[in-house]
């Protein structure tokens, strides 16, 4: 691989190395070739000429999408599936496109399509790591690529009314692939045995997005957390692979309390909005109330001063005078 050359991806959160399924895989490709490339996620996504994260620069080319990506680094040495059999390398083609369509139509619709999430969430995941100016619009772009997404892949527009959106069809779809994924993992470090493959990126790159991200909807998360050699596989990865790579914009000083940990995550996003706003609240009423102070104090003295003449002579103007 060329000296100076990059993958340039979203930056993580949650602990994770990515927000994003694209460039989730796109580092599990580097990550499990150990392919000696260095990952920029400080980047502008309009600067990879198709607008969108993620993209390899080598010198004065770039490569965007993963696709490309992928044949970069299999000409160059780096195949992710090279130590599989073909019989396992068949498999992986197979079962990789069977998840795809299980669960990419879900991925779209729960991040970029449902509005309370996208409102709460993803907007400002994506806004966070564009530009300014360009973060007030870049991240609608992902939501019009998820109604593409769900309309062929899910069978309905996410454009009309929330009563009609079929997410507890996708999310049906995607709990049995979850289902089959946890049986053919089973008791195996990988999909395949000891050795990693392309399906294994996909899947961890799905899963660990769904897994760790706090949506207000989200119904996979808690099936997810039921199969435990599935969660014990995200960690593993995340733990193993991207120790480096992986962020988090929350730092816990403290264990949360008893009353704290029952809480939801739309309701902790609600108590901590509610507290912001009555310290704000605060903070603007003694702002006031010393304006208020100040103009009442400098009124009363030149009330004082205008009032100091009443018209009356009293008998000690007139010792004065005659002192005179």
Same mark, same amino acid.
């Given at each position: 691989m060329?000296?100076?050359s990059?993958?340039?991806?979203?930056?993580?959160?949650?602990?994770?190395?990515?927000i994003?399924?694209?460039?989730?895989?796109?580092l599990?490709?580097?990550r499990?070739t150990?392919?000696?490339?260095?990952i920029?996620?400080?980047?502008?996504?309009?600067?990879?000429?198709?607008?969108k994260?993620?993209?390899?620069?080598?010198?004065?080319?770039?490569?965007h999408?993963y696709?490309d990506?992928?044949?970069?680094?299999?000409l160059?040495?780096?195949?992710v599936?090279?130590?599989?059999?073909?019989?396992?390398?068949h498999?992986?083609?197979t079962?990789?496109?069977w998840?795809?369509?299980?669960?990419?139509? @879900?991925?779209?619709?729960y !991040?970029?399509?449902e &509005?309370?999430?996208?409102? =709460?969430?993803?907007?400002?995941?994506?806004? +966070?790591?564009?530009?300014?100016?360009?973060?007030?619009?870049?991240?609608?772009?992902?939501?019009r690529?998820?109604?593409?997404v769900?309309?062929?892949?899910?069978?309905?527009?996410?454009?009309?009314?929330?009563?009609?959106?079929e997410?507890?069809?996708?999310?049906?779809?995607a709990?049995?692939?979850v289902n089959l994924l946890?049986?053919?993992?089973?008791?195996?470090?990988w999909?395949?045995?000891d050795t990693y493959?392309?399906?294994?990126?996909?899947v961890?790159?799905y899963?660990?997005?769904?897994y760790?991200i706090?949506?207000?909807n989200n119904?996979?998360?808690n099936?997810?957390?039921?199969?435990?050699?599935?969660?014990?596989?995200?960690k593993?990865i995340?733990?193993d692979?991207f120790?480096?790579?992986? @962020?988090s914009?929350i730092? !816990?000083?403290?264990? &949360?309390?008893?009353?704290e =940990?029952t809480?939801s995550a739309?309701e902790? +996003?609600?108590?901590?909005?509610?507290?912001n706003?009555?310290?704000?609240?605060?903070?603007?009423?003694?702002l006031a109330?010393?304006?208020?102070?100040?103009w009442?104090?400098i009124?009363t003295?030149?009330?004082?001063?205008?009032?100091?003449?009443d018209?009356?002579?009293?008998?000690?103007?007139?010792?004065?005078?005659?002192?005179?």
């Open positions: 060329q000296l100076g990059k993958l340039h991806v979203y930056k993580g959160e949650w602990g994770l190395p990515s994003d399924f694209e460039c989730m895989r796109a599990c490709l580097l499990f150990r392919c000696p490339m260095e920029e996620t400080n980047t502008n996504p309009l600067r990879s000429g198709a607008g994260l993620p993209y390899l620069q080598i010198g004065n080319d770039k490569f999408g696709k990506i992928k044949r970069i680094l299999d160059e040495g780096y195949p599936d090279a130590h599989l059999n073909t019989k396992q390398k498999l992986s083609i079962y990789s496109n998840v795809f369509t299980q669960l990419h139509a @879900y991925y779209h619709y !991040l970029y399509g &509005p309370h999430n996208y409102d =709460t969430m993803t907007r400002g995941l994506y806004a +966070k790591r564009t530009p300014f100016p360009f973060n007030f619009y870049y991240p609608s772009t992902y939501q690529q998820a109604s593409d769900v309309q062929v892949l899910g069978g309905f527009d996410i454009n009309d009314k929330l009563e009609k959106h997410g507890d069809y996708l999310a049906a779809n709990k049995k692939c946890s049986r053919k993992l089973g008791r195996k470090v999909f395949f045995g493959s392309e399906l294994d990126a996909i961890y790159s899963l660990a997005i769904i760790h706090t949506l207000p119904p996979l998360q099936h997810i957390k039921g199969c435990q050699n599935l969660v014990n596989f995200i593993r995340t733990k692979i120790r480096n790579e992986c @962020y914009s730092k !816990l000083t403290k264990a &949360p309390s008893q009353s =940990t809480l739309s902790r +996003k609600f108590t901590e909005t509610d507290l706003t009555k310290i704000i609240a605060g903070v603007g009423a003694m109330m010393g304006a208020f102070a100040a009442r104090g009124y003295q030149l009330t004082r001063s205008s009032t100091d003449y018209g009356i002579d009293y008998e000690d103007d007139d010792m004065d005078e005659v002192l005179d």
